[in-house]
Structures are given as structure tokens and as C-alpha cells.
């Protein structure tokens, strides 16, 4: 069984930052492609960020792209979100969740992991 527990989350001002982590349990970690959604009030999980099981190659919503930045430290299972420059509407309670390799649906679609977090809220103020 995978847990995933996603930390890192609170209240910042517009322009501030955070850093989430994502602690993952299970030998295979390393194996397997992570992301990052988040979810608004009222408002369905959106796609934030995805990083392959290397860490070498990595994507990006277009609402995000140059300011947030998702890395991985496969010696300690845990895969993370850096946020600059918050904005209002980064507002949401974000999650990580595991690759599933055995869907072939589009990397931005929830449907394309298999575990997940419980979340963490992000609060961004203006």
C-alpha cells in the first residue's frame, strides 16, 4: 500500500512563497512519475506540475510555468512543489499523487494517477 502525506501548506501574502513536500511510503518510489494537482472551492482538480521517476524531465500548467518548480529526492521518497510569487488565485488545496503506468489518459488528467495525498491548503492573500 501507498501513502503519499503532503506538508508545507498555509498562509502567505500575494508575491510570497512556499515550499510543499509530498513524503511517499514504499520501496518503489523511484519508480514512478509524481505530480502535483491543486483544487479551488467550487472548482474541479486541476493539473499543476508532473516530473518523471529521474527527475529529468518535467511539466508544467501554463498558469505556473515560471514560477512554480517540481523536484524530487528519490533518497528520500519525497517530491516537491516550490511556489514564488504567489498569486490570489493560487488559492486551493493542492495534492501529489502517483503515475499510474498502466492508464494512457493525458498526464493532466487526474484519471492518470492512482494514489494520492490527502492535500494541503494553500492560502494565497492579496
Known amino acids: 500500500q501507498v501513502q503519499l502525506v503532503e506538508s508545507g501548506g498555509g498562509l502567505v501574502q500575494a508575491g510570497g512563497s512556499l515550499r510543499l513536500s509530498c513524503a511517499a511510503s514504499?520501496?518503489?518510489?523511484?519508480?514512478?512519475?509524481m505530480g502535483w494537482f491543486r483544487q479551488a472551492p467550487g472548482k474541479e482538480r486541476e493539473f499543476v506540475a508532473r516530473i518523471d521517476w529521474s527527475g529529468g524531465t518535467t511539466y508544467y500548467a501554463d498558469s505556473v510555468k515560471g514560477r512554480f518548480t517540481i523536484s524530487r529526492d528519490n533518497t528520500k521518497n519525497t517530491v516537491y512543489l516550490q511556489m514564488n510569487s504567489l498569486k490570489p488565485e493560487d488559492t486551493a488545496v493542492y495534492f501529489c499523487?502517483?503515475?499510474?503506468?498502466?492508464?494512457?489518459?493525458?498526464?493532466?488528467?487526474?484519471?492518470?494517477?492512482?494514489?494520492w495525498g490527502q492535500g494541503t491548503q494553500v492560502t494565497v492573500s492579496s
Open positions: 499523487a502517483r503515475d499510474d503506468p498502466r492508464t494512457s489518459v493525458s498526464y493532466t488528467n487526474p484519471r492518470a494517477y492512482d494514489y
Open positions: 514504499g520501496r518503489t518510489f523511484s519508480s514512478y512519475a
